[in-house]
């Protein structure tokens, strides 16, 4: 815990804690590369300059000579990747997500991951070849987003880098010159309250570049009186709150990036040349790099400068949320503002809680008596509960492992003596577990420097170092560290087969094994995702062999068809007996079929995916269902291949008659009755089917001879009506004739139609014919009665056989005269009572009464 590498800076202090001795490929100044390093103690990307050379650098450096190298915070080679050093390189960086974007003046991206591995392949953002006017002069990358600045001034951003499409922010007049350097501020913290790019002017001044607004440009910083000279560079601080500007001059001035204030305004007397870097160190203090040290910068125009302790030149700085790495070709050190915690309590002569509460633990282990006289003091003077806080501060402040056991017993100590409920022991739980986990990660075989604060940080934001730790192919730890942290390690596992995939020692069922020896314990682990691996890397049969052991069938449906295993992926999703797998499948089946068949070397009996699916029972009727819907053409195959000639035949007639062409529904209807003649079990379909194409015809024939186009889609019956109305007999009888209408339906037909057309006379002609009609006189007396032609009725009446109906129905229309007399000649004197009861007239009654007096009754 010693304070000797600690140098104040006005009130507080900052100081240089030594990481890792760099472990470089091989021991080149760092002033020859173009680097760029990831926050959160993430990689470092090198590649040579190409002044660099041709300077001379000796011909053993091959690596950097053919070669862009990734390493880890502590220098080991953790990828590389080609490099073509007749490309005009323009910048690179790292997005949030640890990729790696370099940018080329032609416009050409290329997206690394940690390993130097290709993520993806975007396409040039301006074409190939690009315009001379859209050649790339400058890049940042920001959070993950790319901005650049093109030669016509015009100012781009790509906020996706799976499309990579370039979109306009805005641009500067040409007039003005090209920018001496920019910097994005967030929207959180903007001048506009959104993204914002801030650029030096070339004649001085800033521009305020906006989405789709007009550019501002600022000779004063707003709301000051203070002059913008010429802006050399622009440091962001890693939150987005602060600017840093160093203006024409070597004058840094720091201030809000909403330019709500200045903050700070210092000369800092050096040539402009001098200044390398321009970096925050946290959000407190903002540092000038030089070649041999590095001059801090802080609030109230306080300067501090530190040393740097290097054999070779060049120097390169990362700003971290709470201080900064500083990388050089011998070393990497992370310089940070002392914590308040640990000041307080490492303070040489310190009087304070948290330092007394140490220095009683340190006599408490030398059996010494004024251990329990300090506890007392801080009793009495309630500062006990403050110390052992502080104490447990400045032990997660704290890199070296036994300064921080100190400070933790120290502050387990003390705990000892506060009043049971005070303190909540989860605290010093929770504090030890993060230490260990930092102590592991920052060990140099992982060479992730985080602090206590950038751990609490990725832990709030998703968990970041674990994704991180897996990305760097550290499972193992990462698996620890989750079970610690009480996470599920499920994903951790899937992750380490699908890189375990790479591994060619292993055949395909040994592989398999592997796999599931190790995922055997994790209960919910997708195997889709290792199988879908599996398969990029063009090893199918392992694909399958893993997706056996996918416990979710709705999980391997996808995949089964992705690999275009559509019999497997049919069977699994009848296993499952979802619906919509089996549609999915079905769906794509059917998409595939109809791709397959637009093919010249396209052979049904070889290609028809169709037939596998019309073999299973269930999904039989599922697809015959979705055919209906999607593809009339398909389900008649269906139909034709499951010899369904009857399904086949109905759907066909289905189909004639959404058509309103004639001639397009007399061949559906011809191809329904050829089906229908396939079908043995019942021959009533195909003739049925035949005299319909037979009637069509006809009915086209009388179109023509009626005017009547409503004669179209008729019955034959109601076809003979119409015809009956147009006074076309004759066609009717043919009609008739053709389709065997009985002498019987045809006197009905004719009778309906004389009845609505009011014919009365036709009516009477054909009851009073000498030959009885062949539907007797019945209808005829029925029909009359309900169109109330009750004088025509009486005679039907009468010409009816049955003597019990003409009675009644002679009564039913009021004509008892003739219904006494119908009773008298059929002896049937029981009725006539009756008969006189309902009946008004006295002629009737006294006709009644002389029969019954007559016949003695």
């Known amino acids: 815990m010693a304070t000797l590498n600690w140098t104040d800076l006005g009130d507080v202090f900052y100081r240089q804690m030594h990481l890792y001795d760099m472990k470089w490929e091989q021991d080149l100044a760092l002033e020859y590369f173009h680097i760029a390093a990831a926050k959160f103690g993430g990689p470092i990307a090198r590649i040579m300059k190409p002044k660099s050379l041709i300077l001379g650098i000796p011909k053993n450096n091959q690596l950097f000579r053919e070669y862009l190298t990734i390493n880890d915070s502590a220098g080991k080679l953790k990828g590389k990747v080609i490099w073509d050093f007749n490309k005009k390189f323009v910048g690179m960086g790292w997005t949030n997500d640890e990729i790696l974007v370099i940018i080329f003046a032609d416009g050409e991206i290329k997206l690394l991951d940690i390993h130097g591995e290709n993520i993806s392949f975007p396409a040039p953002l301006f074409g190939t070849p690009a315009p001379k006017e859209k ?18 001034n015009y100012f781009y951003y790509v906020r996706n880098f799976t499309s990579c499409k370039p979109e306009v922010i805005n641009n500067i ?38 989405e789709s607004k007009e550019v501002k440009f600022f000779s004063k910083i707003p709301f000051t009186n203070e002059e913008i000279s010429r802006v050399e560079n ?52 903002v540092c000038v790099v030089c070649g041999d040290y590095i001059g801090i910068l802080g609030p109230d125009n306080t300067t501090a400068h530190m040393d740097i302790d290097k054999k070779k030149e060049g120097v390169f700085c990362v700003p971290e949320i709470d201080g900064m790495r500083v990388i050089t070709t011998e070393k990497c ?58 104490l447990l501060q400045a032990a997660s402040a704290e890199f070296d492992v036994d300064s921080q056991e100190k400070l933790l017993k120290a502050a387990a100590f003390g705990k000892t003596f506060l009043p049971p409920g005070i303190f909540e022991s989860n605290k010093l739980v929770e504090i030890v577990r993060n230490l260990k986990v930092l102590n592991n990660i920052r060990k140099d075989w992982v060479a992730r420097p985080l602090t206590y604060k950038q751990l609490i940080y990725t832990r709030t934001n998703g968990e970041l170092l674990i994704k991180r730790l897996l990305d760097s192919r550290y499972h193992f730890l990462a698996i620890q560290i989750s079970k610690l942290w009480k ?48 398969l990029d890397y063009g090893r199918r049969e392992l694909a399958i062999k893993l997706l056996e052991n996918e416990p979710a069938i709705s999980r391997k449906v996808p995949l089964l068809l992705y690999m275009k295993e559509y019999e497997r992926a049919l069977d699994k999703a009848i296993e499952s007996s979802d619906p919509d797998d089996i ?63 009857q399904d086949a035949g109905n759907f066909t007639i289905e189909k004639a008659y959404k058509s309103n062409l004639l001639k397009t529904r007399v061949e559906f209807l011809a191809t329904a009755k050829d089906l229908y003649s396939k079908y043995d079990k019942d021959p009533l379909y195909e003739a049925a089917t035949k005299e319909h194409i037979t009637l069509i015809t006809q009915q086209k024939r009388l179109i023509k001879e009626t005017q009547d186009r409503g004669i179209v889609d ?144």
């Open 173 to 210: 007049d040409k007039r003005r010159g090209r920018p001496t350097c920019f910097k994005a501020i967030p929207p959180n913290h903007s001048f506009s309250s959104n993204l914002d790019i801030l650029c030096g002017d070339p004649n001085g001044g800033l521009n305020l570049i906006q």
């Open 583 to 645: 549609y999915l499948v079905i769906m794509r089946i059917h998409e595939e079929d109809t791709i397959a068949s637009e093919r010249p070397d396209y052979i049904p009996a070889e290609n028809n995916s169709v037939q596998k699916v019309l073999q299973k029972p269930i999904a039989r009727e599922m697809f015959l269902s979705y055919a209906r819907q999607v593809d009339e053409k398909l389900l008649r195959n269906a139909f034709k291949e499951l010899k369904r000639f």
């Open 714 to 857: 008729c019955s034959i019956c109601d076809t003979i009506i119409r015809l009956l109305k147009h006074g076309q007999d004759q066609n009717a009888e043919k009609i008739a004739k053709q389709f065997n209408i009985s002498d019987k339906k045809m006197c009905y037909l004719k009778l309906r139609v004389k009845a609505s057309t009011n014919d009365w006379a036709g009516i009477e002609s054909m009851f009073k014919q000498k030959k009885a009609p062949p539907i007797g006189y019945r209808p005829f007396a029925n029909t009359l009665i309900q169109k109330g032609q009750y004088e025509l009725a009486e005679a039907a009446i009468l010409k009816v056989p049955e003597v019990d109906y003409q009675i009644t129905m002679l009564q039913y229309i009021e004509s008892y005269l003739k219904a006494a007399e119908v009773a008298v000649k059929a002896k049937m004197f029981e009725v006539l009572n009756e008969i006189a009861q309902k009946t008004t007239d006295s002629a009737v009654r006294d006709y009644i009464d002389t029969v019954m007096s007559g016949s003695g009754r």
């Open 234 to 285: 622009i440091a962001l601080s890693v939150t987005g709150e602060y600017l840093a500007l160093l203006l024409e001059g070597s004058v840094v001035v720091v201030l809000e990036a909403n330019f709500s204030r200045i903050l700070t305004r210092i000369d800092t007397r050096l040539a402009l040349t001098e200044i390398k870097q321009l970096v925050w160190c946290g959000t407190d203090a």
């Open 487 to 534: 996470l599920r390690v499920d994903e951790i596992y899937v992750h380490w087969a699908c890189v375990k995939l790479t591994d060619q020692r292993y055949n395909d069922s040994q592989m398999c094994d592997l796999i599931c020896e190790k995922l055997n314990s994790c209960k919910s682990v997708k195997y889709t995702d290792i199988a879908r691996k599996a």
């Open 333 to 390: 050190e992370f310089w940070e503002k002392i914590d308040e915690a640990l000041q307080m309590t490492l303070s040489i002569g310190s009087l304070s809680a948290p330092a007394l509460l140490l220095t009683a633990n340190e006599s408490y282990l030398e059996n010494s008596g004024s251990s329990g006289e300090s506890i007392r003091s801080l009793q009495q003077n309630e500062q006990l509960l403050e110390a052992v806080e502080k």
């Open 135 to 152: 050649e790339i002069i400058s890049v940042e990358i920001f959070e993950n987003m790319l901005i650049f600045l093109t030669a016509d």
